[in-house]
Structure formats: C-alpha cells, structure tokens
C-alpha cells in the first residue's frame, strides 16, 4: 500500500533563503506526482505536476525533482518571501484512474 | 470566474443532527469527489463521482453519504454526524477521473459536538 511521508512536518526560515521540502514514497511504480499548496480558507492550488517519465518540473521560483528509485521527491523553493508562507502538501497517482495519495504536508512559515 | 464552492464554511453542530454540505462547481467537470483532512495526516477521500448518477467509496466513507443527481453539484450528508466526523473537508472537481489538474473548494470546518 502506498504511503506518502512529508517531513518536517513545520519549518521556518528567515525571508530570502533558499529551502527545500522533501516528499518520500512507498511504491516506486507511480503515475505522477503533485505539489500542492494550501492557504487558509482558500482551498488547495495545484503548483508543480511531474509525470512518471519526467525528472524535474519548474515554475518560476519553484522546481520540483522526482526521483522514483529512491521513492523521493522534492520541492525547491528559491528566494523565500513571507507569500510564500503556506502548507506544501505531495500527492501521488498510482495509475491515470486512481486516486491521489497524500501526504500530511509540511507548514512553512517565512518570517520578514 | 471557475471555481469550486462548498456551504457552509464553517459548521457547528450536536452529534446525531443530520447536515448536508453542499459543493458546487461551474466548469461543467464530470469527475467530483470529498475528501477530508485531520491534523497529521493526509487528505483521504470519502466519496467520488465520476459523472452524474455515478458515485463510489473512496477511502473513508463510513457515516456519508452522496449523490450526484446534477453534474453541477455534489453534495455531502452525514446522517447522524458524530465527534469523530469533525475534520475539514474539501471538495474538488476535475474534468475527467484521469486529468490530472483538481481544482478544489475553499473547505468546510466541521465541529460536531
């Protein structure tokens, strides 16, 4: 059974450092992989998809890595701002029809 | 403006009075489904849907129930909440079970006492 493991669970850093969060799997045989990020009150946003196939994902100051062999996943986050604060929530796809799977995201706080 | 809504936001109840959540999304997406979210774990889903008049178990569905009787909406009843009901939940909708872009509602705190 797949399980999805966010660690830490809350971190916090001086505005304008660069930080990663880390995302580990289970089962190495996933569809895709999600970072998601989730306000209070506003639900979740999806922000970086990366496909089975694929090795690395980049939006703007994000870049997400995948690394099935080792069942881990991470999300780069350059040039911190206090917008950035937030939970980071991972989600993986065993197959295009099932579900997600979640981990318990990592609360991320960037102090000004 | 898409978007995914849920009513109400946040819900104070008594254990065993019946409450309906209701989701709504306007971008005609077939595929919907609730999950819930606890302190220290992640999302599980409790019901999904693939189309209207289609809906199935997720993971958690123990003391929900559902229906999609429009493609538009989905709501979520607990017939006889209890305490261990109280958690936030989210709806989501995508425009198919196996695209990968989900876009979710705002989340409803629930409190049942």
């Known amino acids: 059974k797949q399980e999805v493991t966010q660690i830490p669970a809350a971190l916090s850093v001086p505005e304008g450092e660069n930080l990663v969060l880390n995302c580990s799997f289970t089962?190495?045989?996933?569809?895709?992989l999600q970072w998601f990020r989730q306000d209070p009150g506003k639900g979740l946003t999806s922000l970086l998809l990366?496909?089975?196939s694929q090795r690395e994902q980049t939006s703007g100051r994000l870049n997400a890595s995948l690394d099935k062999s080792s069942g881990r996943s991470t999300l780069y986050i350059a040039a911190s701002q206090p917008g950035d604060s937030a939970t980071y929530l991972c989600a993986v796809k065993k197959d295009s029809n099932y579900q997600l799977i979640w981990g318990a995201g990592t609360k991320l706080i960037i102090k000004p | 403006e898409a978007q995914v809504t849920q009513n109400p936001r946040y819900l104070i109840t008594v254990t065993g009075k019946k409450l309906t959540v209701t989701c709504s999304q306007n971008m005609n997406h077939e595929y919907m489904s609730w999950y819930r979210q606890d302190p220290g774990l992640g999302l599980r889903q409790i019901y999904y849907s693939m189309n209207v008049e289609v809906t199935d178990k997720g993971d958690v569905p123990e003391g929900y129930k559902v229906s999609r009787k429009e493609k538009r909406n989905f709501p979520l009843i607990l017939e006889s909440p209890s305490p261990n009901q109280t958690s936030l939940y989210f709806c989501?909708?995508?425009?198919?079970?196996?695209?990968?872009?989900?876009?979710f509602g705002p989340g409803t705190r629930l409190t049942v006492l």
């Open positions: 990366i496909q089975s």
């Open positions: 089962d190495s045989a996933i569809y895709n």
């Open positions: 989501a909708s995508s425009l198919r079970e196996d695209y990968n872009e989900q876009f």
